[in-house]
């Protein structure tokens, strides 16, 4: 009888979860399916950023799992677009756990887990700002104030020791993103006409909801992330 009420426990506890999933748009934008998403902790960080944005006000547009051509016939990866008034708003997801040490200037990072164990993992923040530097190919626009660098980490870590320098970057747990996010929009200057955030949108869907082929091609060609 347990046994029974628990199987029908996660049963509800899915359904409650694909229903909020078919919600939001982010199978549309990502290709990503319910379970490609909930069993796979990069696309959930991903996905939990992606609906977090869906509740901000105003407009905008979001893209997922972007694939932009690199100059050595490779792709990078956005883990997250999103195409404002106030500029380009560029993610990276990182769903790790344990305690986080970085420097912006450094180009390893560090996760502590139980035990002391402990983990190196490139800089996001180089890591985004390679991210950026291939979407203002892309798009063809290279004014650095329009674009915002947010390093968006799981609420399961703690963030120990983190030195940002740079004044359009940003590095936080993901609890944080809707507040944070909110009051940079309100504090910042319209830049972006709604006419050019639809345009802008529209040159980056075709890169967006990419093939198997090119998602397995890219990660047959990426380093190995240790961090988790």
């Not at 899915?14 to 902790?41: C, P, W």
Request: net charge positive; aromatic share 12%; charged share 25%.
């Amino acid at each position: 009888m347990e046994a029974l009420m628990l199987i029908i426990l996660i049963g509800l506890f899915f359904l409650l979860k694909n229903k909020r999933f078919r919600d939001t748009n982010y199978k549309t934008t990502s290709g990503n399916g319910f379970f490609e998403t909930f069993f796979n902790k990069g696309n959930y960080g991903e996905y939990l950023t992606f609906t977090t944005l869906q509740r901000i006000g105003g407009y905008h547009k979001l893209l997922t799992n972007i694939y932009l051509p690199k100059k050595n016939g490779t792709t990078t990866e956005i883990d997250v677009i999103m195409i404002s008034r106030t500029g380009i708003y560029v993610f990276e997801s990182k769903n790790y756990s344990g305690w986080i040490f970085g420097d912006e200037k450094n180009r390893n990072w560090v996760q502590t887990l139980r035990g002391n164990h402990k983990n190196n993992f490139f800089n996001p923040i180089w890591q985004n700002k390679g991210h950026i530097n291939a979407l203002k190919k892309v798009i063809e626009i290279h004014h650095d104030y329009l674009y915002k660098s947010y390093i968006i980490f799981s609420n399961r870590c703690t963030l120990k020791k983190i030195t940002v320098r740079s004044p359009n970057v940003k590095v936080i747990k993901r609890n944080s993103l809707l507040a944070i996010i909110k009051k940079d929009i309100e504090l910042s200057f319209n830049v972006i006409s709604i006419d050019e955030v639809d345009q802008l949108y529209a040159k980056l869907q075709k890169y967006s909801n990419v093939s198997k082929d090119i998602k397995k091609k890219h990660i047959e060609r990426s380093p190995k992330i240790i961090g988790r």
